[in-house]
């Protein structure tokens, strides 16, 4: 986490950190833990300051294209009242799908956070390297692995709680 020092030496946390971001992104994915959903959260910046939050909504509103990343673009679209976000950052839980990095691309933000890899699926380096694809109109910086250890526990929690209730759902036949 990044913090400052008082002058009595007392660590504050920077507001304007990747790592408050991160946290509020995480934050995000809590309400979709709650909610049920898989527990991820975005959270976009516009020059320093949150525009748009959000989480996982995909069996909520049984939209599959209703991932934080998705839902966090068109809120921060909304209240620049633009569609381009290229003075925009977007933070996020897990490393965005290849949908949600192609629709960064698309909207242009400058930089994209996030905090848990996915080398498996993942559109911003893990499996495809989308949002900086050379053929592409617009790349973006990426950073990665911002409080990994929290976004990766969330995560972790809520599969093993799904497969402890398959194996009691199981048990239970």
């Known amino acids: 986490m990044d913090f400052a020092t008082t002058p ?5 946390i920077d507001l304007h950190s990747d790592a408050y971001f991160m946290g509020e992104a995480l934050r995000m994915a809590q309400r979709a833990y709650a909610a049920d959903e898989v527990p991820i959260g975005a959270v976009v910046t516009h020059k320093g300051r949150v525009i748009a939050r959000a989480f996982n909504q995909v069996e909520t509103l049984q939209d599959a294209t209703a ?8 809120q921060a679209e909304s209240v620049l ?3 381009r976000l290229n003075e925009c950052e977007l933070y996020v839980t897990k490393e965005p ?8 691309v698309h909207v242009r933000f400058s930089r994209i956070i996030f905090g848990c890899p996915d080398p498996k699926g993942g559109g ?8 900086q694809s050379p053929n592409l109109n617009h790349q973006c910086e990426i950073t990665h692995s911002v409080r990994l250890e929290e ?7 809520f599969f093993a709680e799904k497969r402890r209730a398959l194996v009691q759902d199981g048990d239970a036949k």
């Open 8 to 12: 009595d030496s007392e660590p504050i």
């Open 67 to 74: 991932h934080a990343e998705m839902l966090a673009i068109t």
């Open 81 to 83: 009242g633009n569609w």
């Open 97 to 104: 799908c290849p949908m949600c990095a192609g629709a960064i």
């Open 124 to 131: 911003a380096g893990g499996h495809f390297n989308i949002v």
């Open 151 to 157: 976004c990766r526990g969330l995560l972790r929690s």
